[in-house]
Structures are given as C-alpha cells and as structure tokens.
C-alpha cells in the first residue's frame, strides 16, 4: 500500500517556476514508477510526466518538454516536478500516481494503482 500527498502548488505569474513535491509513504517506494499527472477544468486528465522505477528512463509530455523535469528522491520517499516557464495553459490541477512494475504504460493513467489528491497550480498571464 502506498500512500502519496502533493504539495507545492499556487499562483504564480506566467514565465516563472513552481516545484511540486509527492511524499509518498511505504517502504517499497523505490519499486514503484511515478509519474504527474494534470486536470485542467472541463477537460480530461492528461500525462505530464513519468519516473521508471529504475531510475533509467524519463518521459514528458511534448507540451512540457524542455520546461518540466521531473526526479526522485527514493531515500526520501519524494518525487518532485520542477515547473519552469510557466504558461496560463499550465493551469491544473496536478497528481502523483505510482504504478507497480506489472503492465505499466507511462501515460495511461489506468496502468497506475494509487494517486494523491491533487495540488492546485494557476497561472496567470
């Protein structure tokens, strides 16, 4: 069981940064794939980025490329995605997901087993 709590979301105007973090609790933490995920209102939830539990490999969306990264800290049991020039499109609400090492698809959010409640990001222009 692994439970994940975001944090690190706000207002900021368009062009500067926001870093968002995901405590995740568990020991097996280091197992999982991690990922962020973002609702926009109105609109479906969309993949932004993902972790491989390896720590091998790292994937964006296009939207964001460039512009996001995200990392791991498995000793501390943290995922963080670092948001830099921000656009008002940016505006979401942002989830951690982790998935199991099974049958995961990076950007399918129904290959992910558990989710945070989500980190409100706006940004204004």
């Known amino acids: 069981q692994v439970q994940l709590v975001e944090s690190g979301g706000g207002l900021v105007q368009a062009g500067g940064s926001l870093r968002l973090s995901c405590a995740a609790s568990?020991?097996?933490?280091?197992?999982?794939?991690m990922a962020w995920f973002r609702q926009a209102p109105g609109k479906e939830r969309e993949f932004v980025a993902a972790?491989?539990?390896?720590?091998?490999?790292?994937y964006y969306t296009d939207s964001v490329k460039g512009r996001f990264t995200i990392s791991r800290d498995n000793a501390k049991n943290t995922v963080y995605l670092q948001m830099n020039s921000l656009k008002p499109e940016d505006t979401a609400v942002y989830y951690c997901?982790?998935?199991?090492?099974?049958?995961?698809?990076?950007?399918?959010?129904?290959?992910?087993?558990?989710w945070g409640q989500g980190t409100q990001v706006t940004v204004s222009s």
């Open positions: 972790f491989s539990w390896s720590g091998g490999n790292k």
């Open positions: 568990g020991r097996t933490f280091s197992s999982y794939n």
């Open positions: 997901a982790a998935a199991s090492t099974t049958a995961w698809a990076y950007s399918l959010g129904v290959t992910y087993d558990y």
